[in-house]
């Protein structure tokens, strides 16, 4: 960038100095305003000149000896690094586990053993299928990440937003990634399951069907990072110091409640707004309203496991908390944005085989086979094997090993000694510990080397069925709104034909919609199953979002759309309300230059109209005066501003001036108990109380 343009503005961005008027071009910007230290090559060298390359002459060639540029220059050209194979596009941010209690009972694990004990984590939220620039709302499974430096060692427990996944056996992935990302003969349709390759690929493993539930679901496009639940989906093992196992599967639960969006809404933040998940993330860290969750853990013995109607091994299948409660043991708070995007958040390497002591595997062979794939992947991606030194995933405890050299080396070990056993009785280096060192816990194995599928994996349908008739009426229909939508977009009917006929091992009336949906002309037979689904599942409440809203709109958005000429004392009292309710207001204008008031106070917009759609908010307040409502009336973008607010059930307050508009946008006779008067000071509070159920979920119950 050069020196006389205007760097944007962040919260963490340096004064504006002034950098002088802009020139003809090529003249040298020595320390702009006195401040700035030399620039330097990579050796160390002061640059002269950052602005011209080396050349014979004004008009001649360029001279190869010119090193500055040709540092430069090569640097630039190997700044990339493959991108992830999957979960490509991620974010990710600093913080702390605090543990609550001592759990010794439960696990040697140093970071649970100390109440109160904050362990220093990073932890990387992602889509899956996108590539790095893809947009933050496509459906899709999120990645949920976290490092946990604990003072002994790295533990990676490298989860997702949903507690299944696709497929039983690693063996699959490959396929299934494939299938899942753009076709290869075409490069496209980027981050999206609509299409021929995916479903086919669905469609002909039966073993998907549950995850399809939850991926058709509202928890394929969060609200937020925020508003999400993480799981580590696999059982694994907790360890005590006397070796006793106990059976866990992780949880991490939202301080501030479950949220998504609806699909058109979604649909529509890709426009306005790719980068929507990342930006709020550090929008709230930045302004110091750092996101929690808290971790839960289902604990269970092999009695359980006995009993339990699925195998506890198999990674398609989740325990309800109804069955086992989740015990809150601590809180994950993130409260540092990285310094650096590409030092941290694209060069962290998570790996599921980094446990510490006190965790440990179990069989599940999905988890086998990620304890294989991911260190593997991190030597193709960041270049060797010496990734361990790059400070986002070095240990926070000291490392010492006999392990040395190779790519990129950062560490200098000292001394003559790089093997052991040694005789060198100064300076022996480190040795083993049969007592602190890590113990695998020593389960018996005993059966023939073969390639088979358990038994026990063998129910598709019946946690598919149950996490369906757990949901709301309105969350069903989303599923089937998803289903039909992504059918839709597959071009080969026997596809389609194909999943409906899954659909009917799930729940006939949801099959029937889809059929319906895609205007089948005659509904297909039941695939043949391998186990007859269970009708004896009892619903799990827990599994619904709707069922489980949290109480109040703290973290969340209003946008308020004003005109010259707003109401003064409106404009204040709603401030003040979305404020102690812990919520943000954003002010949306005509321009960006802002607006004044009808005390003639001036107030600075947030976004221009266009550009501060009401699909980036999660209740809308249209404010203009009786003239601002008539300029208004004129802008598509403040039709659409209304009328998609109404579409996606917002909470909308409003002055009686608004009417214009709201005929204009076509919604002044859809006017429901969802639409708050905000005509005088008073009526804030009760419009910001309202905004607390989120979204006015009976005008869709109307509109059905
Ligand atoms: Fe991953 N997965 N995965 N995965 N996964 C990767 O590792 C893999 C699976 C998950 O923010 C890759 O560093 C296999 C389940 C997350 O950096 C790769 C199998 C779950 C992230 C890989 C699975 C996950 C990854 C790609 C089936 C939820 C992003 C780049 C056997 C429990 C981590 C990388 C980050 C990333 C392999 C299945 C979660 C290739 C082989 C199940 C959150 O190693």
């Known amino acids: 960038m050069a020196a006389s343009q205007k760097p944007t503005q962040t919260a963490t961005s340096p004064t504006l100095i002034d950098a002088g008027k802009p020139g003809t071009g090529g003249e040298t910007h020595q320390t702009a305003g006195g401040k700035s230290p030399p620039l330097t090559t990579q050796q160390g060298v002061p640059v002269a000149d950052d602005q011209n390359t080396l050349r014979a002459g004004?008009?001649?060639?360029?001279?190869?000896?010119?090193?500055?540029?040709?540092?430069?220059?090569?640097?630039?050209?190997?700044?990339?690094?493959?991108?992830?194979?999957?979960?490509?596009?991620?974010f990710g941010a600093h913080g702390y586990f605090e543990n609550y209690k001592p759990l010794a009972d439960l696990t040697r694990a140093d970071l649970f053993q100390r109440a109160g004990e904050q362990t220093p984590v990073f932890v990387r939220f992602s889509t899956v299928a996108g590539n790095k620039g893809s947009a933050d709302l496509a459906r899709d499974v999120r990645g949920f990440a976290t490092k946990f430096y604990t003072k002994e060692g790295n533990w990676d427990l490298v989860g997702n937003n949903m507690p299944v996944f696709f497929i039983q056996d690693p063996m699959k992935f490959p396929d299934m990634v494939h299938a899942f990302k753009d076709e290869p003969d075409r490069g496209f349709p980027q981050a999206a399951t609509a299409h021929d390759n995916a479903w086919d690929f669905i469609s002909l493993t039966p073993e998907a069907m549950h995850m399809v539930m939850w991926v058709m679901s509202d928890r394929a496009i969060p609200r937020a990072f925020r508003f999400m639940e993480g799981f580590g989906v696999h059982t694994f093992r907790l360890v005590t110091a006397q070796g006793k196992s106990t059976y866990v599967k992780f949880h991490w639960k939202p301080k501030l409640g479950l949220q998504s969006v609806v699909w058109n809404e979604a649909v529509k933040i890709n426009g306005a707004d790719p980068d929507f998940h990342r930006r709020d993330l550090w929008d709230a860290i930045q302004t110091g309203d750092f996101p929690e969750w808290e971790l839960g853990l289902q604990l269970f013995d092999d009695a359980f496991a006995d009993q339990f109607e699925f195998d506890v091994l198999d990674p398609t299948k989740m325990i309800p908390e109804e069955q086992v409660p989740v015990q809150i043991v601590g809180k994950l708070v993130l409260n540092r944005t990285v310094d650096n995007f590409f030092a941290e958040t694209e060069q962290v390497a998570?790996?599921?085989?980094?446990?510490?002591?006190?965790?440990?595997?179990?069989?599940?062979?999905?988890?086998?086979?990620?304890?294989?794939?991911?260190?593997?992947?991190q030597l193709k991606r960041l270049g060797g094997p010496n990734f361990t030194h790059i400070p986002i995933n070095a240990p926070k405890c000291p490392v010492m090993n006999f392990q040395q050299d190779g790519h990129m080396a950062v560490r200098t070990p000292k001394g003559r000694v790089n093997y052991e056993p040694n005789s060198w009785a100064d300076a022996p280096g480190p040795r083993e510990s049969p007592t602190a060192g890590y113990q695998t816990f020593?389960?018996?194995?005993?059966?023939?080397?073969?390639?088979?599928?358990?038994?026990t994996f063998a129910d598709h349908y019946s946690q598919a069925r149950q996490f369906y008739v757990s949901q709301t009426a309105l969350e069903q229909q989303h599923i089937a709104n998803a289903l039909t939508f992504e059918l839709s977009k597959v071009q080969t009917l026997a596809i389609r034909v194909r999943m409906v006929s899954h659909l009917l091992n799930i729940d006939g009336e949801l099959a029937d919609k889809v059929a319906k949906g895609l205007r089948l002309k005659e509904t297909p037979a039941a695939i043949p199953a391998a186990k007859p689904t269970r009708a004896d599942l009892k619903p799990s409440p827990k599994l619904s979002i709707l069922k489980n809203g949290p109480p109040s709109f703290k973290g969340r958005k209003v946008g308020a759309l004003v005109t010259d000429g707003v109401d003064a004392g409106v404009l204040a009292a709603l401030v003040k309300a979305v404020k102690a309710e812990g919520a943000v207001l954003k002010l949306i204008a005509p321009e960006v230059g802002g607006v004044k008031d009808s005390a003639g106070v001036w107030h600075d917009a947030d976004e221009k109209l266009e550009g501060g759609p009401s699909v980036l908010f999660d209740a809308v307040a249209v404010l203009p005066s009786k003239d601002g409502a008539d300029v208004l009336a004129k802008l598509p973008a403040a039709r659409d501003f209304v009328a998609d607010a109404r579409a996606h059930r917002k909470f909308v307050g409003h002055a009686a001036a608004a009417t214009p508009l709201f005929e204009k946008a076509g919604v002044a006779d859809g006017i429901d108990e969802g639409f708050l008067p905000l005509n005088k000071a008073g009526d804030a509070d009760a419009f910001v109380a309202a905004c607390r159920k989120l979204r006015f979920w009976d005008r869709a119950a109307a509109e059905r």
């Open 350 to 377: 998570f790996c599921t085989q980094n446990v510490v002591p006190g965790v440990d595997f179990t069989n599940d062979p999905l988890l086998q086979g990620r304890n294989f794939s991911y260190l593997d992947t």
């Open 58 to 90: 004004p008009r001649g060639p360029a001279l190869l000896e010119d090193f500055h540029f040709r540092e430069k220059i090569f640097h630039f050209d190997h700044e990339r690094i493959p991108e992830r194979v999957v979960h490509a596009r991620g």
């Open 442 to 455: 020593p389960e018996a194995i005993n059966g023939p080397k073969q390639r088979v599928r358990s038994e």
